[in-house]
């Protein structure tokens, strides 16, 4: 990790541990330790709302439901997102937002199950977990009284996973609602209290089809056979990801075509997702995904085609940072090392544009993400919320009782 200049982090962590002997901070602090049964519930009764991608519009309505009984105006924007503000918009806020929308679809069986303080629910973790962070945030600093020099805004974005395709994101930093472009981002995306997300790892993913003529298993044998093009496409491919320097990773996630056993399918199609937190490795790989799948093609007799379905930019938030370095001395100041983290959240996009973005977890301990055995166990959830608010007072500017309220 680089060394930061040790006079710019003594005054980080002087400025942090002010605010957390503030009396407000304090009573939102205790309000988070004394209804850990309520956030549990507001959590469980979030993740039971469906929301697969581009289906997201229930759990929106329900989450500005919870908001309004909160004491926030909010509104749904043209594209599915709840919006927020604490107490203005204005210029240059910080933001901080949750996805919606989970990996699963909407038939996926919702019902909650316990062993001791673990809760058993596809979605609960991802992201039940940064919905119920923001929503409590706003009502614990509500609750205290607490006040602000910035304007700070609440976003529960669509799009995160899956084919959404950050959409919800792009959405909010290509149309803000706020004054201008200059913010800076904190995305609560998931559970743990030492990751600090700030690099962006891009991703790229397709829809590969290969067609022909199909017929009979028997009278029309050996006529050419997407599966077995697909197939040895995927043979081709494989091999060339393994090893690779700079960090890459690639996955076949769906495979479908044919019609039944006895017949010979005139399509087959698969999706695949490359990532990497280098622009330049990520062409690479297009370009080595584009010339096998032709080449099989070509050798099998199917037609083929790609098509790109999702586009994630890579990025990346300096260490040299304000956001970064008040997020390491917040995750210290509640005891914990702090562990800088390449991953693909909704902070890729506003990294992408030159933003300060970061994304964290809102606390508790999670397993078995995006299946569904999912689960989440809120022990050490209040040292979580207690990260993200100190986080947030210092870099919204939080009025202490030491200073006078802003005109």
């Known amino acids: 990790m680089k060394q930061y200049d040790s006079i710019d982090n003594r005054s980080i962590r002087s400025r942090l541990q002010e605010i957390r002997s503030d009396p407000g901070i304090g009573r939102a602090i205790r309000f ?7 956030i549990l519930e507001d959590q469980v009764r979030l993740t039971m709302v469906p929301a697969p991608p581009f289906e997201e519009s229930k759990r929106a309505a329900c989450f500005k439901e919870m908001l309004a009984d909160a004491g926030f105006d909010s509104t749904i924007d043209s594209i599915g997102n709840v919006v927020a503000a604490y107490e203005r918009f204005g210029n240059n806020p910080l ?3 949750a996805h919606l929308d989970t990996v699963f679809p909407d038939n996926t069986r919702l019902e909650p199950e316990r062993t ?4 058993h629910l596809p979605g609960i973790a991802d ?3 940064g919905l119920v962070s923001a929503l409590w945030l706003f009502k614990a600093l509500r609750m205290a009284g607490l006040r602000f020099d910035r304007p700070l805004v609440l976003i529960a974005n669509v799009g995160e996973e899956g084919i959404g395709n950050l959409r919800g994101a792009r ?4 149309n803000p609602p706020w004054d201008g472009n200059s913010c800076e981002f904190v995305a609560i995306d998931g559970c743990g209290i030492r990751r600090i997300t700030n690099r962006g790892l891009g991703s790229r993913r ?3 089809r290969m067609t022909g003529p199909g017929g009979h298993s028997w009278a029309d044998f050996p006529r050419p056979n997407p599966i077995n093009g697909l197939a040895e496409a995927i043979h081709a491919f494989a091999p060339l990801m393994t090893p690779l320097p700079g960090g890459v990773a690639y996955n076949i996630g769906v495979i479908e ?3 039944s056993v006895n017949a010979i399918p005139s399509e087959a199609r698969m999706e695949v997702d490359v990532r990497s937190g280098d622009e330049g490795l990520l062409d690479n790989m297009e370009s080595r995904l584009y010339r096998t799948v032709e080449v099989v093609a070509t050798r099998v007799g199917v037609d083929h085609s790609i098509d790109v379905i999702g ?4 990025g990346r938030t300096s260490t040299d940072t304000a956001l970064v370095r008040t997020a390491l001395e917040a995750t210290r100041l509640i005891g914990v090392d702090p562990v800088l983290d390449l991953g693909s959240t909704d902070a890729n996009i506003p990294m992408s544009l030159g933003i300060p973005a970061i994304s964290i977890g809102g606390g508790g301990r999670c397993g078995n993400i995006h299946t569904e055995k999912e689960w989440f166990d809120p022990t050490n959830r209040i040292a979580g919320l207690e990260r993200l608010l100190v986080l947030v007072a210092s870099l919204a500017g939080c009025v202490l009782a030491s200073r006078p309220e802003p005109s």
């Not at 988070?32 to 309520?38: D, H, K, N, R």
């Not at 001791?116 to 809760?119: G, N, P, Q, R, T």
């Open 127 to 129: 992201n039940g977990v």
């Open 171 to 174: 959405h909010v930093f290509e």
């Open 32 to 38: 988070y330790a004394e209804s850990e049964q309520l």
């Open 206 to 208: 397709y829809l590969v």
């Open 311 to 314: 586009k994630r930019p890579s």
């Open 95 to 97: 933001v901080v937002g």
């Open 116 to 119: 001791a303080s673990v809760v």
């Open 257 to 259: 075509g044919g019609i």
